[in-house]
């Protein structure tokens, strides 16, 4: 990595603590004043909120309709079966997508369902032709992701983004979960606009995919970041031994002797962008040693 990537990877670092903030201003939980003042990135404005399914509606409509039926729901109904899951910003040159993490029991449930799908069973996926199967929890979430619109019509993630984005560059983002989620809309994007450029970083992705998916991917989105952290256990799940696989490239950091040997230190965002730019960005107080 280069001054270059650093300064990209501080960016979308803060560009995904704007999506911790708005969704702890509105739903509170774990997230709340982690990014408390976060503003949006300097020459960029806020285009719009995305949100996504808990699983609600696959619980109770989603053998019956599919998932479209999100898009021509009341307001009201759909903001008590979703939650923001990232946010989106733009500039003259750029398009930034920032997924957040988890937060939450039903996202949780997401994180630990390792059952894996074909990709092209899904059905923001059908008639393209996708390699391999990824993380039916992670598929689920990411197939229900659209634009928070106050009434229909509403468009789904990939949708929007095709319709403004131009000839701009897409810059795609997430921590944790929502590295996951980047990770799968970038593939998606990709396959179905291969002449799009994007750029993808992540911080502690867990492993979204199988091998074949893995080739997939970085053939089609070359410019990938995915930074882990060595004590950090969220990138080691699921499981190598579970045919799950990482996408490249890795930008390895280890905060063991800089941070308190806890998890939470290690898996926090701030945590990694400390280690990327420590004269940039501060370790919280919480997490320091001693």
Same mark, same amino acid.
């Not at 949100?51 to 696959?58: E, L, N, P, Q, R």
């Given at each position: 990595?280069?001054? $270059? ?5 501080l /960016?979308? &670092? ?14 509170? *939980?774990a ?5 408390? *003042? ?5 020459g960029y $404005?806020?285009?719009?909120e995305v949100?996504?399914?808990? &699983? !609600?509606?696959?619980d109770?409509?989603g #053998?019956?309709?599919g998932?479209?039926?999100? /898009?021509g ?15 989106i910003?733009?500039s003259? #040159? ?6 957040? &993490?988890?937060?939450?029991?039903? $996202? ?15 059905? /923001?996926?059908?008639?393209?032709q ?6 039916? *929890?992670?598929l ?12 229909p019509?509403? /468009? ?20 944790s979960? &929502? ?28 492993? !979204? ?17 995915r930074? =882990?952290?060595?004590? =950090? ?6 499981f190598?031994?579970? #045919?799950?696989?990482h !996408?490249q490239?890795e ?13 939470a ?17 501060e ?8």
């Open positions: 990595m280069n001054a $270059e990537d650093i300064d990209r990877a /960016l979308l &670092g803060h560009a995904v603590g704007f999506a911790y903030e708005r969704y702890a201003a509105k739903h509170g *939980g997230a709340r004043n982690l990014f408390s *003042g976060v503003q949006i990135p300097a $404005e806020h285009v719009a949100i996504a399914d808990d &699983g !609600v509606t696959k109770i409509f #053998n019956l309709f998932k479209e039926i999100l /898009l729901m009341p307001a009201f109904l759909l903001h008590a079966i979703t939650k923001p899951i990232a946010e910003f733009a003259k #040159n750029d398009v930034i997508v920032a997924f957040r &993490g988890t937060d939450g029991y039903l $996202e949780s449930l997401h994180d630990a369902d390792v059952i894996s799908s074909r990709i092209g069973d899904f059905l /923001l996926f059908k008639n393209i996708y390699s391999g199967i990824a993380h039916s *929890g992670f689920g979430l990411y197939s229900t992701c659209m634009i928070d619109a106050a009434s019509p509403r /468009l789904f993630l990939a949708d929007f983004i095709h319709g403004m984005i131009g000839e701009r560059t897409l810059s795609i983002a997430g921590h979960l &929502g590295a996951a989620l980047a990770t799968l809309f970038a593939i998606d994007f990709a396959h179905k606009h291969p002449e799009a450029k994007i750029r993808v970083i992540t911080f502690a992705s867990p492993r !979204v995919g199988d091998p074949e998916f893995v080739r997939d991917y970085n053939a089609r989105v070359p410019e990938t970041w930074i =882990d952290n060595e004590p =950090d256990f969220v990138p080691d799940i699921p190598c031994g579970w #045919n799950y696989d !996408v490239t930008w390895h950091i280890d905060s063991r002797g800089t941070t308190k040997f806890e998890s230190a290690f898996h926090d965002l701030r945590t990694y962008l400390h280690m990327i730019a420590p004269d940039r960005a370790l919280p107080a919480e997490h320091k040693p001693g």
